[in-house]
């Protein structure tokens, strides 16, 4: 995870070595990330069934025929997919509702390839760190434009071109510091 963050955070000037436009390389890495979690998560799932049925009993009393299949999806689902699954449907709706207001307001809102970042960051993030994500974010582009309007006394508008990977990389590395002294949220 942080190191598609990272990668999400190097768009920008990979885009431009390698001659491909930042649109394009951001849309090319959110799918690939979306792509690359769910295979990985498809894996982990398939050596959690070999694990069951090649352990013996008890554990093979998990499988069919003593247990019905549902009951091993249903657990691959909670244990694995679950996290990613709420949060690619939230970048989604993110994705989808970022294009529409800037489609509606004449991209005064996001450049092109931002709304790549921020569905990025929502889906690598996870259910629930995502939600604590948005209001980061927006609090923070609230933040920098109060303290420039004040300095200038002119309105001033702060992209938040950059917040979107930084943001989640320092909210993704604040979850990983919080369980390893031993706080665990969800």
């Known amino acids: 995870v942080f190191v598609i963050l990272i990668l999400g955070l190097l768009t920008p000037r990979l885009s431009g070595r390698l ?13 690939g990330a979306i792509i690359l979690i ?4 498809a894996y982990w799932s398939w050596q959690q069934y070999s694990l069951w049925k090649y352990a013996g009993p008890p554990a093979s009393y998990l499988l069919p025929p003593h247990q019905p299949i549902s009951y091993f ?6 244990q694995f997919f ?14 989808l509702a970022a294009n529409i207001l800037n489609h509606r307001f004449h991209r005064r809102f996001f450049e092109k390839e931002e709304p790549y970042f921020g569905a990025l960051s929502i889906f690598m993030l996870g259910q629930p760190l995502w939600l604590f994500y948005l209001p980061v974010v927006l609090a923070g582009g609230l933040v920098v434009s109060a303290y420039k309007s004040y300095l200038t006394h002119k309105t ?9 990977m930084g943001s989640a990389i320092v909210l993704f590395l604040a979850l990983q510091l919080s369980v390893f002294l031993g706080f665990n949220f969800y």
Do not use: D, H, T
């Not at 769910?38 to 998560?41: P, R, S, T």
């Not at 679950?82 to 994705?95: D, M, R």
């Open 82 to 95: 679950n996290k990613f699954v709420i949060s690619c449907f939230a970048s989604f709706i993110f994705l």
């Open 19 to 31: 001659g491909i436009p930042v649109e394009n390389l951001a849309k090319y890495v959110f799918y």
């Open 156 to 164: 001033y508008r702060f992209s938040l071109y950059y917040l979107w």
């Open 38 to 41: 769910f295979g990985i998560q």
């Open 73 to 78: 999806y249903l657990y691959a689902y909670m």
